[in-house]
């Protein structure tokens, strides 16, 4: 639902807009000042002791949980429940032709009903693999956990890992190949696609432009490149809006050459995170994190600290035993000031509080050399991860807490450059080929690149989509061919360490879809070949030993190939000075792009487990706010769930305020993925699309934002103070708190 079609319509249960009741912020504030010891409390609400919070408080359910916002159901009852009625057994309300049912003549091998079976395969995301096990009943998966044996997560796994499974049965995937809008085979898009690849052998490919996002397989890197190298003058090209380019700019910025870095948490006393979210789904090995740090994080053995500076209010920064806010742009002051402190030539300080924190924080690294360990976050940009290496480097916790290998992603290249090349060569004329294997650039490119009109146009002769959904993307292309699930689909991939895990399906593709192994053997004038035999072929290649059969087995059944993880890499520090950048002289508030918590760049809008899921912090669900802090909210007279005008760059949109404790003073934080045109029932129209205010100069912090009341009302989801419990009367608290060096002495 837009900002519009739900502006002053109040939920169940609240009051009328123009009657409503402000959050007295000066409340707040008076409350925190009165405090001369720990506080706990849910929400700003709570703080403020209005008298809503004390109502719901002692109601068990809030006022109309059981009442239908809509003409239908509460978000139409998930949009028909979407792909939830498929994994329940039901068929999207179709019916099923007349069929007779036939017993087993002879039942399949371990198939027991009511017995699991469980099989090992990989999750990707950002190119990145997660190792996963995947229970299957009757042959059809139900349930994922991670792989205990996998040493990349030790049976950690994430959100998106788990919801993956419900975009399988997703009744709103793509079902059929069509050319224009209309279904064809698959055997007349081969044929489509033979005839411009043969006239493209006679230009070496010159006009063939391939568009993937990030790629870590062992074998579509190989089937691309051989492609390239019989056809010189096509391009491979890589696009995906969350991206890494921070960190890999900044590894050449600090060593003059590409490197992937992953931490050993497990061996780190001291961490420190500028503006890293390492234990929140979506940073590459936030499963194995996760694990390593809070096994450290026991008082009665040497407990480790974290001390984190943040931009924007996240999971690993409410673990922090120390934490600073700080606007975006402020963090490379901030890395500078500490590099200094360090004895890295940073060119920088700060003052105040601040240059105390730092001192302390400098003081406490360098007790702890080669135990310690500074990461920095991707959105922050190469001189912020250039300086977290040099701090590491001066520390000397590279080959301890920090290591170096080759590069996850098969083709390391800037995400915004190459898909900026990308249009100019459309515009140009130059590409009459274009195969865009996943992703949905018509989307989520910068706003300043203008893809979607470039794709659009009629200048490319050939469009071919490969995607599970009709998307934005697929809308813009002549063909579209749907994809296979990975639970479908045959591959390999690598974790965050280079550890190489084979993706094997648990069912046969639901509705034909098709990988895009398949896909690049047309493109190189092959044919019939399976996915399960392109990916065994490669691996025969590449093994040295006599038996591969058994090398093969074992991988299948482990979920992962002994012997490829990457080797550490040493690496020295080719740049050990860094100028202090110039003031930035803009007025105006800085805003920030981030993915948001639940439905990551879009990719999952149509997901309703993940719709559903409450956000970390905010406990929102369904929708993307604009989130500030409170004192930025008391100056512009904003309060929760009011709808405020955003203005960057000369482009505006509409979103519903959220005010959050913690949060820098006057910044903005948005969150991606949201507004879609085209995401199928559940996500289509959910939220405000931010993707028109993000460019390739500014793709995740800039100043200049400008926020304004509208005197609209927009009524958020949040489950925060739901079902809570009234702090008990007497002597023991809810929440209790002591010092480590107190627990130390009275540990009883």
């Known amino acids: 639902m837009s900002i519009d079609e739900h502006k002053e319509k109040p939920a169940a249960g609240d ?69 939830s009625l498929a994994l329940a057994g039901l068929t999207g309300c179709t019916r099923m032709p007349n069929t007779e049912i036939v017993p087993y003549v002879r039942q399949p091998e371990n198939a027991v009903p009511g017995r699991p079976m469980f099989y090992a395969t990989a999750f990707t995301l950002g190119g990145y693999a997660s190792p996963i096990l995947v229970e299957s009943h009757l042959f059809r998966p139900t349930k994922i956990e991670g792989n205990p044996q996998h040493p990349a997560s030790l049976g950690g796994t994430d959100i998106y890992a788990q919801a993956s499974l419900l975009d399988l049965y997703d009744p709103d995937r793509a079902q059929n190949v069509t050319y224009m809008g209309e279904v064809r085979s698959w055997g007349a898009f081969m044929d489509a696609l033979r005839g411009p690849m043969s006239a493209e052998k006679s230009m070496a490919g010159g ?62 006393d001291v961490i420190v995170s500028l503006d890293a979210d390492f234990l929140y789904a979506g940073f590459p090995g936030s499963a194995r994190y ?126 915004n450059e190459s898909l900026h ?67 479908e689909s045959w591959s390999d991939a690598r974790a965050y360490d280079g550890t190489v895990s084979i993706i094997q399906p648990l069912i046969e593709p639901l509705y034909g879809g098709k990988t895009a192994h398949e896909i690049i ?37 482990d979920g992962w190939m002994d012997g490829t993880a990457y080797a550490p890499k040493t690496v ?14 803009i007025a105006g508030y800085v805003i920030n792009f981030r993915r948001d918590p639940s439905i990551y760049d879009g990719r999952f809008a149509n997901n309703g487990w993940l719709q559903e899921l409450p956000k970390p912090l905010t406990k929102l669900t369904w929708d993307n706010p604009i989130m500030i802090g409170p004192a930025m909210a008391e100056r512009l007279k904003l309060n929760f769930k ?27 934080t948005v969150f991606l993925g949201y507004g879609r045109a085209r995401a199928g029932r559940i996500g289509t129209g959910t939220g405000f699309d931010v993707y028109p205010l993000r460019t390739s100069q500014a793709p995740w912090f800039a100043d200049g934002a400008k926020l304004s009341p509208t005197g609209e009302i927009y009524q958020l989801a949040s489950t925060q103070g739901y079902q809570t419990m009234e702090t008990p009367v007497g002597d023991r608290p809810l929440v209790q708190e002591r010092s480590l060096e107190d627990y130390k002495k009275e540990p009883n």
Request: net charge negative; proline share 4%.
């Open 207 to 268: 006009g063939v432009r391939i568009l993937t996002q990030t790629v870590s397989s062992p074998t579509l890197a190989a089937q691309i490149r051989d492609y390239l190298g019989a056809n010189p003058q096509a391009k491979w090209h890589v696009y995906e809006p969350i991206n890494r380019d921070n960190v890999m700019e900044g590894a050449k910025l600090a060593f003059g050459e590409t490197v992937e870095t992953y931490y050993d948490l497990s061996k780190a």
């Open 421 to 487: 090349a990308l249009v100019e060569d459309m515009r140009a004329g130059k590409v009459d080929v274009l195969l865009i294997l996943g992703g949905n650039p018509a989307y989520d490119a910068p706003a300043d690149l203008e893809f979607a009109s470039a794709l659009k146009s009629n200048a490319v002769n050939l469009k071919v989509f490969l995607g599970s959904h009709r998307n934005e993307t697929a809308e813009l292309c002549q063909w579209h061919v749907p994809e296979a699930h990975y639970l």
């Open 572 to 585: 020295a520090l080719k740049n050990a000075s860094f100028p202090a950048a110039q003031a930035s002289q």
């Open 15 to 83: 009051v009328c807009p123009s009657k409503r009741k402000q959050l007295d912020l000066a409340t707040v504030k008076a409350q925190i000042e009165e405090t001369t010891g720990p506080e706990y409390w849910r929400s700003l609400e709570e703080l403020a002791g209005s008298d809503e919070f004390q109502d719901m408080l002692h109601r068990e359910f809030p006022k109309g949980a059981s009442e239908w916002l809509d003409d239908f159901s509460r978000r139409g009852f998930l949009r028909t429940m979407g792909a």
């Open 642 to 668: 009011d709808v405020a005008e955003l203005e960057f760059n000369g482009k505006k949109v509409k979103g519903a305020v959220w005010i959050q404790a913690g949060h820098p003073d006057n910044s903005i």
């Open 290 to 415: 996760t694990r390593d740090f809070a096994a450290r994080r026991n008082p009665d053995a040497n407990m480790n600290r974290l001390y984190v500076v943040e931009s924007t209010p996240s999971s690993t920064g409410m673990k922090a035993d120390h934490r600073v806010p700080l606007r975006a742009g402020d963090v490379e002051t901030f890395a500078r000031a500490l590099g200094s402190a360090i004895g890295v030539n940073a060119g920088g300080g700060v003052s105040g509080e601040e240059s105390k924190f730092v001192s302390a924080l400098a003081k406490d690294l360098q007790s702890h050399r080669g135990s310690s360990v500074v990461i920095a976050g991707d959105h922050q940009p190469p001189v912020v991860h250039a300086l977290a290496h040099a701090i590491n480097q001066t520390l000397g916790n590279v080959g301890q807490t920090v290591v170096y290998t080759e590069t996850v992603d098969a083709n390391p290249v800037n995400r």
């Open 521 to 557: 053997t047309i493109l190189a004038g092959q044919s019939g070949f399976s996915g399960h035999e392109l990916i065994q072929a490669y691996w025969q290649k590449q093994h040295t030993g006599a038996d591969f059969d058994a090398f093969w087995r074992k991988s299948l059944h």
